[in-house]
């Protein structure tokens, strides 16, 4: 099949969905020929055009639209693309895009998936105002036309359902997926004994300020690391220098193989975010046996069973008393452990991969 991804952001930009794409991208082209078209932002020191076996990546200059970034090519992408492509698969998240590709495939008769990695919410009072109109005007239209949406839990696709008022059988899941080797367990006694974790985005939506309030409540021996960049990384090292806290220490971005042995030696890793798609953080957790404490969210309740601690209501006191509990009894966290290496299994980039296909083979057969 000839397969279009199109990603409004792609290594090395960071952030989770980005790398999913690159993931899915890279286990397609085993099988079919994949064009990835994707914007410059966050990737200026990447080549333009990428050749990769049958992986092509294709990077293109945009422009600022508030605080959306627009690929002025990409609709002349999609319409002249040869060969003529069997799917268009659209990881979803911003403005425009969307819009982009629903043009694209009309004019083409091709039909196209959408991939959510996350229900959006409005992060400043001007997004409160507007994003529920262009959700209502524009992305549900979208949403519905598109041969499939894939959510990556069963709790988002029900909200998706009810939210955009899709038809059930063209809503399907997919997971995220992880790498099992890279991210593999170690024996319990190679982990530290008072270690905390945090990995991802230093943004509002992971909720990392509340981390370091907890840190003031915890004992002195107990450390924190923050593995992640993101416009909040200078607000929260104002707030460790303000609380004298010398057991927080900022890892900055992180490689897979950095980050590996962190999960191997981490006590606990550490997952408060305010909300969420499936975030690999917590598959890399889990396929590195670490137990994790996270906030009380459907989507990681649904993806961490019984690897998982959830914490609510999310506050510093309850936090920090869930914590110091954990700490305190090692054959708790064992039993964490052993569950999120079987939890983990299931979620290999191949089996992910499998199932992005099969939803392709149904679209197929339904056009024929």
Not at 14 to 21: F, P, R, S, Y
Not at 33 to 43: E, F, H, I, L, N
Not at 147 to 174: D, K, N, S, Y
Request: hydrophobic residues 45%; charged residues 20%.
């Amino acid at each position: 099949m000839e397969i279009l991804q199109v990603a409004t952001f792609y290594p090395p930009h960071l952030g989770g969905e980005e790398l999913v794409a690159q993931q899915l991208a890279g286990m397609q082209a085993h099988r079919h020929d994949v064009t990835v078209y994707a914007s410059r932002v966050g990737a200026a020191g990447a080549p333009r055009r990428e050749q990769h076996g049958r992986l092509r990546v294709v990077r293109d200059g945009a422009r600022s639209l508030g605080n959306t970034p627009v690929t002025p090519r990409l609709l002349s992408r999609l319409i002249r693309h040869r060969p003529r492509p069997d799917i268009v698969h659209v990881h979803a998240g911003l403005a425009m895009t969307p819009e982009i590709v629903r043009l694209a495939s009309w004019l083409r008769g091709i039909p196209y998936v959408v991939h959510l990695h996350l229900m959006v919410r409005a992060s400043s009072r001007a997004g409160a105002l507007l994003l529920p109109v262009y959700q209502r005007v524009l992305y549900a239209g979208f949403l519905r036309h598109a041969a499939r949406v894939i959510c990556l839990t069963e709790a988002m696709r029900q909200v998706a359902i009810t939210t955009f008022g899709l038809r059930p059988e063209r809503v399907v899941v997919v997971p995220n997926g992880v790498d099992i080797d890279v991210f593999a367990p170690v024996a319990p006694q190679r982990r530290a004994e008072r270690e905390l974790l945090f990995v991802g985005r230093l943004t509002a939506q992971k909720n990392v300020g509340l981390l370091v309030e907890v840190m003031a409540a915890l004992p002195p021996d107990v450390c924190l690391r923050i593995a992640g960049d993101g416009e909040l990384r200078e607000v929260l090292e104002r707030r460790v220098a303000a609380l004298g806290l010398a057991n927080v220490r900022f890892e900055g971005r992180l490689s897979p193989d950095e980050l590996s042995p962190l999960y191997q030696r981490a006590t606990v890793v550490l997952m408060p975010s305010t909300h969420e798609g499936l975030p690999l953080v917590l598959l890399e957790a889990m396929a590195a046996g670490a137990p994790v404490v996270c906030s009380a969210l459907p989507e990681l309740l649904e993806a961490g069973g019984d690897a998982v601690v959830a914490v609510a209501p999310l506050t510093p006191g309850k936090l920090a008393a869930v914590l110091l509990d954990l700490l305190a009894d090692p054959a708790r966290r064992e039993r964490l452990s052993h569950a999120a290496r079987r939890r983990a299994a299931g979620y290999g980039w191949t089996e992910v991969a499998a199932r992005v296909d099969a939803v392709y083979a149904q679209i197929t057969a339904e056009r024929r």
